[in-house]
Each structure stands twice: as structure tokens, then as C-alpha cells.
């Protein structure tokens, strides 16, 4: 490493300032850039559709880091600027005010952005995505003056959303086209939990239900109205579309960089190219706690995997091998999830699910945990992140127990 290198870091995510941090903390002596299109300097993204949404967290509060970090750390920022153009050859980015930027080495940290919805009248004021700071801050204009609110998509984006809205006063009908909430993350009995929650909490979930049109109201410019695949017409105010992310892989795909559902890396983070990596929701990388390779949207593996990517960057061989966890909030309803559970065999409980609203869900394949969700358990969540990493043979009967207690598992 010399003071004449020049690091560069596309995208200012939760990957890209840990990635920053640990660059100086591996002993990088030269200069470093992070461009972002978005022109704050880095913040928070889960509070967005949580207490961000609601109030009760305001914008100055969102910085991941005190501007001091920064000088102290003597990086500097290009906000409001869009890289077009990765030339790997002579190394050098083209942003879209055509100025050059050149790198000795670069960092992908581009995430993700909404996957949006081919909806006649979609592009009504009022009709939402919920993604970035000023998407939000969009969100709340509409609802200072909006008295129903309807979601589309019953994943966590969309309940999160959900349940800041109805805090807010606002009648909130949830529509999500699948037989249950969260049916590609969750297990039958975690759905059915969060539409009790939400039904008890006022808010309508509608199942099995579609959006074939949004109508507009008696202005004409915003949004009315919603129809349903089944004939039926919801009043909205207001509407927030949560279907999902898509990766932004493109700058690196015409690139030339290896791409299959993200930027692929291998565990040091590193891409195709030998002076790139990437790091965060842009990435499909191998876990080897899991055995496969996936892609995660999720704060503290872009945080774990920033710091593999760091060291990479600076000659130092860091693997990234962390366990996939997440976590939710919705109204009094703190979720944690731990681990992958696509592919169980058996779901268990701990717990009683359909009263209150704490217990444990324990995802098993051959006898061994594999993931866990966690509702106002955190002590839960604690104990199975150990059994999941452990990979030991569980006694399901003894978990389930909860005269039994559950740390006592742990080999």
C-alpha cells in the first residue's frame, strides 16, 4: 500500500462506510472516495419503514456516522452523482457528468433498488415505493393528509410500513396475492401470527388478493381508489408498493465482472477482478455455514462482509463466514431471525402462538436447527444462533419444553 493509491467505493450503504472504517483500521495509507447518487451523506436504511415513518425518529438522527468520523478517517464524499461507466482496463469511473475518477482499487457497494409494479395508474401522486430517504419522505407527506393508506405486498417491508402507518392513525388494508403473509420467508405458524397482529391492531390483510389497477379521486393526479383481481375496489388515499428489491448489478455487468443474481464474490469478497470487490445486497456470495451460495438483504451481513472485503483490498486474507441474521419491528413486536429456513423439514414452537405474542419458531432439517424466528424472545435468539452454528444433532423435544431451559442445549 502507498499514499499515491486512490480506493473507491460506489454506493454509501451500511457495507460502504464499514468498508471505509476498516480500510484505515487494515493500515490503507491512501486516498479514499465514496460516490453515492443520493446526496445525504450515509444513513440508516431499517428505521426508514419502522420509526423513521412513524415520527418518531427524525432525519438528523438517521447518520450512520458523525461527519467528524469522516475528516478523521480523511475520506471524501461525490454525492448526487451516478457512475456510468466502469472502465476496468485503465481503471477509471465515468460519472454522469462525464468527469473521470480513477482507482487503484475499487468496492461495489451498490445494493439494491425496488422492483416496481406495471400498474395502470401507477404513476398517480400518492402511489409510493419504499426504498431511500426521500421515498419516505414522500411517504409522509402523503400521509399527513391521508386517512387510508392501502400496501401492497405482505412481506416485511410492507407490514413494517403497514404498522407505522396505522400508528399514524391512517386505515391501513394490507394486500399481498399469496394464501399467507411472509409465505416465502416464514413458516405457516408466523403467518398466521402477523395477520392476528395486524388485524388486532386495526389494520385489514387481504390474501390471495391482486392489484390489477389504481384508480385516481376526484382530482385526477392522485390516487383514489384500488382494484382488486376480484372485482372489488378499496378506498385509498394513499398507496405504498412493496414487491420486492432487485440487485444493481449493471455498472458491473458491462463491465464484464461475473454476475449470477448479484455481483458474484467469492468469500474474501473479492469479484472476478482481481483490484474489485463488493460487499452488501449487491453480492451473491458462498456462506459455508450454510453450504451455498446466496444473496442477503440484510444490515449486518453487508457489515460483516464490508470487512472481508476491507482486507481484501489491503493484501490481507479475511474470509467472511458469519451467520445470516435479521430482524423486524411492528407495533409492540420485535422479531429476530436467525439463519436461512428455505429447505426445513419440520417447524416447531416453543411457546403458545395463538395468544400473546412471544414465542420461537425452530426451522429443522436432519435433526439440526437452521434457522429460527424469534418473536419478543430475545434470549431465544441469543441461544439459537449458537445451536444453528454449532450444526449439532437437537433434541426437539427438550426444545419445545419451556420447563426446560432452552441454554441448557447448548453444547
Known sequence: MRVDDNAVVVGASHAAVQLVISLRQNGWLGSITVISEEPYMPYQRPPLSKAYLSGILEEDRLALRAVETYKTLNVSFKLGCRVEHLDTENKILILDSQEKISFTKLALCTGAR?????????????????RTMDDVKAIRQSASTSKR????????IGLEAAASLSKLGISVTVMETEPRLLQRVASQQVSEFYKRLHQEEGVEVKLNSMAVALHSGESGRNVGSVLCNDGAVIGADM???GVGVIPNTELAGEAGLTIDNGIVVN?????????IVAAGDCTFHPNPLLKKSLRLESVPNASEQAKAAAASLCGIKKAYSELPW????????????????QGYTEAVVRGDTSIGRSFAVFYIKNQQIIAADCINRPKDFMVAKKLISQQSTIDVAALVDEGIEIKTLIN
Open 149 to 156: 393508506a392501502v400496501i401492497i405486498g405482505g412481506g416485511y
Open 114 to 130: 425496488v422492483r416496481r409494479l406495471d400498474l395502470p395508474g401507477g404513476d398517480l401522486q400518492g402511489v409510493h415505493y419504499l
Open 267 to 275: 468469500e474474501f469478497a473479492q469479484t472476478s477482478h482481481p483490484d
Open 326 to 341: 435479521f430482524w423486524s419491528d411492528q407495533f409492540d413486536v420485535k422479531l429476530q431471525i436467525a439463519g436461512i429456513s
Open 239 to 241: 398507496v405504498i408498493i
